[in-house]
Structure formats: structure tokens, C-alpha cells
């Protein structure tokens, strides 16, 4: 196999709440390979964002290694030498990336600014032009190139920010809940974005969520956060048949029923689990489940 386009090693980030410490990530540990979509998912709380963060190099972890395209970003001294590598090559996306676009600027300089940022020559001639082309990869056409974001619709606007991320033609695309602020029926179209970016296109997801429903859609393998840790990481087939952890058995049964008589009578799942331990375990080929050694 070749080596991951993300390996994440023994990661652990506490926050402090006076003299309180919280380990919002404890020892997690997974491997992205080029070209798959990887899900996190857990409930609010469990440290999803943390590890977005620390991947993106926003929060510095208190322990472990990343590794991105073989670069220790936690390392001060290689991350400054690949400082522009690292600027373009891995792009965030979140749940308020639409609304966080510049209200003042047209729709191709919100494209555009990063190139011109970094001082990339533009492949296709001009930054309009560039702009114009990233727009189209995300399914919008060029009568939006001078519209300003309060002119756009709420996926309209997500798109835009998406396009934006992709004009630095990044290798992976860190998307935290992208989806969750979106209408229902605006949230299928994203998620189908993804999916042909993916497919046709072969970007690299490190995708986040709530809940397992989006994930299975999307993703080639998933891994499960439980207040800190991973509590179970395999392929998203596998992960549906045959749920292993009990977090993720409570997980796969919050899943809503379409029929609102069953899911009246549904009992909760139980959240209340103890806090997870053990070492993450191979219980299958791929599939990995936090056991007590
Ligand atoms: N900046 C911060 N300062 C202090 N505590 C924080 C900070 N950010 C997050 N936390 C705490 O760390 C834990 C993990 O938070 P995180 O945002 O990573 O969770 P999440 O899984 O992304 O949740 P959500 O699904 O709600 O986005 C939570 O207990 C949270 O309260
Ligand atoms: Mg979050």
C-alpha cells in the first residue's frame, strides 16, 4: 500500500477550563489514503472539529504526529519550510464557510483572492477566467461571476466556498459539517458534489458529521468519535453490518425511521455510555474496535 496522504499518529489535544483539563482528543490515530473520502462522525462534543483544527494546523496538539504528504506538521521547522504547500494543498471547508465570504467582494474575487494570495499564475490566462472555471466544477455558471453573496442562495453561496478551496487545486479537502447549515434538499446536492469531485475528480476528504446516514452515502471508510477517542474505524459497508462498539450500535440506531409511529416508540440510544477505553483493536481486516487490552 502506498503511504497515506494524512497519517495521523497518537494525536491528543486538551483544552484547559480553569483547573479543569479536557481531553476533547485522546490518543486518536487513522490514516487517509489519496483519493477516498474518510468519515468522522460522533455526537456534538466527541472532538471532531478538534481534530479538523489540529490537522489544519489552527490548534498545535498537545501530543502525537500528522503527517501530510510526509510532512510533520506539527514540527515548526518543516512546516515553515512547506509553508505555501501547506497554505494551498490542504483547504477547509465548514459549516459557515458560506456566510464567512466577503459581503464586499464580487463572486469571481472571492475565487480568485487565494491565487492571487499566494501569486499563483493563473493556468487558464486570468483569474477571471479561473474563476469562471472553478464555478463550473461546482455547478454554477458564469452569471454569477459578478453577483455578490447576498445575491446567492445558501448552497449557492456554499458552492462559491467550495470553488474557492478548490482554485488552489488542494490535495485534501478538510470539510467540517459542510452540510449542516444548508436546507435538506441543498444538502443532497452538496453531498453529490463531493461525491463526483471524488470520483471524477479523485480529491481526498477528511469529511465530518453528525450522523451516520450522510456518511454512509459518501464514504469509503468511516471512523467513530466517542468523547475524545475513536471508538471503531472501518469500511462504512462493514461499519453498517456489523457495528462492533456499543457507542456505535446507539449511533447506527439514532438513525431516523422514515415511519413516525416506530420512531415515537423507539427507545433513546444510550449516550450515557462510560467514557471509552482501551486500544483500538483489529477485529476484522479494516476493522478496527477500542477494546480493553
Ligand atoms: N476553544 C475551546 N476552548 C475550550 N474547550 C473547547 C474549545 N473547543 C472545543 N472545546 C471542547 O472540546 C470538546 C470537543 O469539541 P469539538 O468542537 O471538537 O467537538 P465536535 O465533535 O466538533 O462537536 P460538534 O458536533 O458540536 O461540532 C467539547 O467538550 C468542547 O466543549
Ligand atoms: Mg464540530
Redesign the pocket.
Given at each position: 500500500m502506498t503511504a497515506p496522504l494524512l497519517d495521523v499518529c497518537h494525536l491528543t489535544h486538551v483544552?484547559r477550563?480553569g483547573r479543569l483539563i479536557?481531553r476533547?482528543?485522546d490518543d486518536v490515530s487513522f490514516q487517509i489514503q489519496e483519493g477516498e473520502i474518510f468519515g468522522l462522525v460522533?455526537?456534538?462534543?466527541?472532538?471532531?472539529?478538534?481534530?479538523a483544527r489540529c490537522v489544519m494546523n489552527i490548534y498545535r496538539p498537545a501530543k502525537g504526529s500528522i503527517l501530510f504528504q510526509g510532512i510533520d506538521i506539527c514540527d515548526p521547522r518543516q512546516r515553515r519550510a512547506n509553508q505555501k504547500l501547506l497554505q494551498t494543498k490542504r483547504q477547509l471547508i465548514f459549516q459557515d464557510s458560506a456566510s464567512s465570504l466577503d459581503q464586499r467582494m464580487t463572486v469571481a474575487e472571492i475565487v480568485a483572492e487565494p491565487m492571487a494570495i499566494h501569486r499563483i499564475v493563473p493556468p487558464r490566462g486570468s483569474l477571471r477566467e479561473e474563476a469562471k472555471f472553478q464555478l463550473y466544477y461546482v455547478g454554477l455558471g458564469e452569471d454569477c461571476l459578478d453577483k455578490y453573496p447576498t445575491e446567492l442562495s445558501g448552497g449557492q453561496r456554499q458552492r462559491v466556498a467550495i470553488a474557492r478551496a478548490l482554485s488552489m487545486e488542494p490535495a485534501l479537502l478538510v470539510a467540517?459539517?459542510p452540510i449542516a447549515s444548508l436546507d435538506v434538499s441543498i444538502q443532497a446536492q452538496i453531498l453529490n458534489l463531493f461525491r463526483h469531485l471524488q470520483e471524477e475528480h479523485g480529491f481526498t476528504f477528511l469529511f465530518?458529521a453528525?450522523d451516520l446516514a450522510v456518511v454512509r452515502y459518501l464514504c469509503s471508510r468511516v471512523a467513530v468519535?466517542f468523547r475524545?477517542k475513536i471508538v471503531e474505524i472501518a469500511p462504512t459497508g462493514e461499519l453498517f453490518r456489523d457495528p462492533l462498539h456499543p457507542y456505535t450500535r446507539a449511533l447506527l440506531s439514532a438513525i431516523p425511521i422514515p415511519d413516525p409511529q416506530a420512531e415515537r416508540s423507539r427507545p433513546l440510544p444510550p449516550f450515557d455510555l462510560p467514557a471509552p477505553q482501551g486500544v483500538l483493536t483489529e477485529a476484522a481486516p479494516g476493522h478496527y474496535v477500542l477494546r480493553s487490552p
Open positions: 483544552f477550563h479536557l476533547a482528543v460522533g455526537e456534538s462534543g466527541s472532538g471532531k472539529s478538534t481534530v467540517d459539517e465530518i453528525h468519535m475524545g
